[in-house]
């Protein structure tokens, strides 16, 4: 005896048709999720990278005023302040005895805190606003710019972030300031004296992440040579078509470059003055000789003279 089932034919399509509904829903449901999800990772991703390279930035920074602000029982920070303001140092450069032709020069390099020294000039470019770079004492293959191919280049073990710095004097035409404003009290001036001034300079540092854009090296290293400023203001020397040597002008900054190439940057920018600091050191009381009161320890060292004051 055959069994019917009781369940019209129609119903059964009705379910049938319910259960994909439902099927789709579940699937739209699950893409939603997933779209969801990875736009929230972009995000997080995205504020990661602005954080990292701010602090690298700022780090940047800090390391420089530590340099000039040093110990001075610290015998390699005394070395690495020399340095900074020698004559062929980021600072010293621009101290020199007839060295105004020099505003607004940028000398170059890149940021290494794994090395055993912050700056040398042998490492670093000094871009000329009136055409192409100079050197001041040769420059190494880097050239001052950062390499993506070059893993001690990279500001942090994880070599994901790098760091340029470029060091400015503005002319003074680009700041405005009253009479003697940069001349420390108690001091004066003299020509022969370059530290007789409290001089202004102005640091960029740009941090930039080069794993995340699909631009190469050769494209990250054009950007790095373009100005920091006033991209209008500085030169190249460039060939013409008859083989002239010409001067062309960037059309763009270092940022903005880096920008149109998709490269994720950071740039701050700070106006520092490299103050004189005047400081007196009592050697002896007043109308005291020195067979009644010693000269104090830190003038017989100053003088190098004795405590009764003879010469040593």
Do not use: H, W
Request: proline residues 4%; glycine residues 6%.
């Amino acid at each position: 005896m055959k069994k019917f089932s009781s369940v019209p034919s129609s119903q059964q399509g009705v379910a049938l048709i319910v259960v994909l509904l439902f099927l789709i829903l579940i699937t739209l449901a699950g893409a939603i999720a997933v779209k969801n999800s990875t736009t929230d990772l972009k995000l997080a991703t995205s504020e990661q990278a602005d954080t990292l390279m701010l602090n690298t930035a700022d780090n940047t920074n800090k390391s420089i005023e530590q340099i000039i602000n040093i110990d001075q029982t610290d015998s390699k920070a005394v070395v690495q302040k020399s340095i900074a303001l020698s004559s062929a140092g980021m600072f010293g450069y621009f101290m020199n005895l007839g060295a105004e032709d020099n505003r607004g020069d940028q000398i170059v390099f890149c940021y290494r805190p794994r090395d055993a020294y912050f700056f040398q000039m042998n490492e670093a470019t000094v871009i000329d606003p009136r055409g192409g770079s100079k050197l001041v004492t040769g420059a190494s293959s880097s050239g001052g710019f950062c390499r993506v191919s070059n893993v001690s280049d990279f500001s942090n073990a994880r070599n994901n972030v790098m760091t340029q710095v470029a060091v400015t004097r503005p002319s003074s035409d680009m700041i405005a300031s009253e009479p003697f404003e940069y001349v420390p009290t108690q001091r004066t001036i003299t020509t022969s004296d370059a530290t007789s001034t409290s001089p202004n300079f102005r640091v960029f540092s740009t941090s930039f992440l080069p794993g995340m854009t699909q631009a190469g090296e050769k494209e990250i290293l054009e950007c790095l040579k373009k100005p920091n400023q006033n991209a209008a203001d500085y030169g190249y020397a460039e060939k013409d078509k008859d083989g002239n040597d010409v001067t062309k002008y960037y059309d763009q900054t270092l940022t903005q470059c880096l920008a149109s190439k998709g490269v994720p940057a950071k740039t701050l920018v700070e106006d520092v003055k490299l103050d004189n600091l005047l400081t007196s050191e009592k050697c002896l009381d007043y109308g005291k000789g020195s067979s009644s009161n010693k000269i104090s320890a830190a003038c017989q060292k100053l003088l190098n003279i004795s405590a009764s004051g003879a010469p040593k």
